[in-house]
């Protein structure tokens, strides 16, 4: 038990949630940072603290940023009533935010200008194996950051990859994730919105797929959300704009060529514009039904 270790984690969203929980768990005094009144009165009902600005939460051993984007990481570090402000020299930060390499590397070298640890986290597994404390850690950095945040990764993930000490190398692999995990939900939106097109059966297909060969665990995760016509957020269609965005502007940056993310990322970005930002990743289905002149269930 980590009963002397304090660790902060800001932004409790679908992640962060699960990793604060994971850590009060396992014996962490937690102090959970986020914006919305309402998630920081069920965060203080867990047992942990709660604070609105990272400023105000202080000095802890580990640090973990689990907010949307660089911009956002950049603002609750360096801004105003960021962490940076109030840390301890040592500090371990470790940056679970899915961003372009070049902006992690950027944030990292500010962090270490100051006399903080860096661990470059990015995270995978999604809400309900954060919740249970099973996420995977796709990590780089230096071995004495890997060290005083051991037990902190001990109690969020089931599996830490060390990928290497060069920042950087952790967001890379995560963008290589992020690129498979968005062209597998469209082509699993493409898939059902097809069988319904063509009069099949939902749920049989769903059914036989999963335990077919054209399976995937995106199909097997994000299919009942189209099966069921439930778009309620678990990872949403933004997410994946930003996402499929970072793959393919360093795909271009580098030289690389990546015709199906760049047409999955149309379609998520066509269901943002069609204001579906903030639905469930899975409805992409939305936009390719509409396209095929097909009603799925929610459409209604």
Not at 260 to 275: D, I, R
Request: aromatic share 6%.
């Amino acid at each position: 038990m980590a009963s002397n270790r304090i660790a902060t984690v800001i932004g409790l969203g679908s992640m962060g949630w699960g990793a604060a929980l994971s850590l009060l768990r396992a014996g962490f005094s937690v102090k959970g940072v986020d914006i919305r009144p309402t998630v920081l009165e069920a965060f203080r009902a867990e047992g942990g603290q709660a604070f609105a600005t990272p400023a105000e939460a202080g000095s802890s051993d580990v640090v973990f940023v689990f907010v949307v984007n660089s911009y956002q990481a950049n603002q609750v570090l360096f801004g105003e009533t960021g962490a940076l402000s109030t840390a301890s020299p040592g500090t371990v930060f470790l940056l679970c935010v899915t961003m372009a390499p070049s902006a992690t590397l950027d944030i990292a070298q500010k962090l270490e200008a100051a006399g903080m640890r860096v661990i470059d986290a990015p995270v995978s597994g999604g809400h309900v194996k954060a919740l249970s404390g099973e996420i995977t850690v796709m990590g780089s950095g230096a071995d004495d950051a890997f060290e005083a945040a051991q037990d902190a990764l001990d109690a969020v993930s089931a599996k830490v990859f060390r990928l290497g000490s060069d920042i950087g190398l952790g967001s890379k692999v995560k963008m290589i994730n992020q690129l498979l995990a968005g062209v597998h939900i469209a082509a699993a939106a493409e898939a059902l919105t097809l069988a319904a097109k063509v009069g099949l059966d939902l749920q049989t297909v769903y059914d036989v797929i999963k335990v077919s060969a054209g399976s995937s665990w995106m199909f097997e995760n994000r299919g009942p959300h189209i099966v069921d016509g439930d778009y309620t957020p678990r990872s949403a269609v933004d997410i994946f704009v930003k996402d499929l965005g970072i793959v393919t502007g360093e795909a271009k940056q580098n030289g690389g060529e990546t015709p199906l993310s760049a047409t999955a990322l149309s379609l998520f970005s066509q269901a943002s514009a069609a204001g579906l930002g903030r639905e469930d990743d899975a409805a992409v289905a939305k936009i390719l039904a509409r396209m095929s002149g097909v009603t799925l269930p929610g459409m209604e």
